[in-house]
């Protein structure tokens, strides 16, 4: 996995490894700040649905993966980092499941979010979220 830091021009810096072996992920959502301390963080969905944070660091690297969840998401095909979709300073998740509904997770500032959320239908004509 390599990291691409934005720089003041706005493009892009070379490339810089940060994990090498990152196997048994289905999904790696890049979400924001999950856990209030202003670095982005990771979420790396595996083949047995667990779904696991990586806490960003100042560095541009991230600490050891934390479980977040047992048996999540198994239905979903599209997950995305929609930054603070609630207006409550706290970074939200949509993810959209196979039959075409979205779903909303409210960050709770913590490197957690709360129950998902039906926020709409019939999406399952879009190739993907961003």
Known sequence: MYLYKATSSGKLSARVKIFSKWSGYKKIIGVG??????????????????LWRYAGTATGGFRARVKAADNWGATYDVVVGAADITGDARADIVSRDTSGKLWRNNGDGKGSFGPRTEIAAGWQGYKALY
Request: charged residues 30%; hydrophobic residues 20%; proline residues 0%.
């Open 33 to 50: 700040d999950l856990n209030g301390d202003g670095y982005g963080d990771l979420l790396a969905q595996d083949t047995s649905n667990k």
